[in-house]
């Protein structure tokens, strides 16, 4: 089974500090993603990766960064946290767009709460 | 822009009963059409993909329509039960995926 696990489930963090949301996934998989998810507005792609050391701004980037050093991992940056990102995020992953019509597979979300 | 909207927010039916839920979509032509289950405080699981040469997908007692003309896919789940309760997004394109909403589905007893 495809696996994709973010480091954290549950953070409290204060407005203003560095936030580093680790993933991880263990199938191999050339595109991973950052969303976040909020009542009533779904999920909103932040930033996604094809490739190592590649990186696209989603939606919503602002306020994010993103590391992909390594092809398994997919790191989500908030450089000063505030209150408006407490959100629940997910991470996920899947094959490469080269194969069509490709489903993805989440991580179990990680819940970020700015205070 | 590219629109996806699910028929409606919440949606309560008895056991036993087929639910319905609707998926639309404007400004776009996706040649896939995906539908993702979520429970609560989860991360949503892949569960049906259909082809937009494909009218059609069962999955057990999941169906699929999808109708290009119309700009909509059908999703049916027939006997429902109350673990079918969850939220369904419908979910559009290649990579990345662009997603409707949800409907958020109660199966009553």
């Known amino acids: 089974d495809v696996k994709v696990t973010q480091s954290s489930r549950y953070l409290v963090k204060r407005t203003g500090e560095k936030v580093f949301l680790e993933c991880v996934q263990d199938?191999?998989?050339?595109?991973m993603f950052w969303y976040r998810q909020d009542p009533g507005l779904g999920l909103r792609l932040i930033y996604f990766?094809?490739?190592?050391?590649?990186?696209e701004k989603g939606d919503i980037p602002e306020g994010y960064s993103v590391s992909r050093e390594k092809k398994e991992r997919f790191s989500l940056i908030l450089e000063s946290a505030s209150t408006n990102q407490t959100s629940m995020y997910l991470c996920?992953?899947?094959?490469?767009?080269?194969?069509?019509?490709?489903?993805?597979?989440f991580g179990e979300g990680s819940w970020l709460t700015v205070v | 822009s590219q629109k996806i909207e699910q028929n409606s927010e919440a949606l309560n039916i008895q056991e036993g009963k087929t639910a319905t839920l609707t998926c639309n979509y404007t400004?776009?032509?996706?040649?896939?059409l995906q539908w993702y289950r979520q429970d609560p405080g989860r991360g949503p699981v892949f569960l049906l993909l259909?082809?937009?040469?494909?009218k059609e997908k069962r999955k057990e007692r999941l169906k699929v329509t999808f109708d290009t003309t119309l700009k909509q896919s059908l999703f049916h789940i027939t006997a429902s039960q109350p673990a079918d309760s969850a939220t369904y997004l419908c979910?559009?394109?290649?990579?990345?995926?662009?997603f409707g909403k949800g409907t958020r589905l109660s199966v009553i007893a």
């Open positions: 996920a992953s899947s094959f490469s767009q080269k194969v069509g019509g490709n489903t993805i597979y």
């Open positions: 199938m191999d998989h050339e595109n």
């Open positions: 990766s094809y490739d190592v050391k590649m990186k």
């Open positions: 400004n776009y032509s996706p040649a896939y």
């Open positions: 259909i082809r937009e040469n494909e």
């Open positions: 979910a559009l394109g290649n990579t990345p995926l662009v």
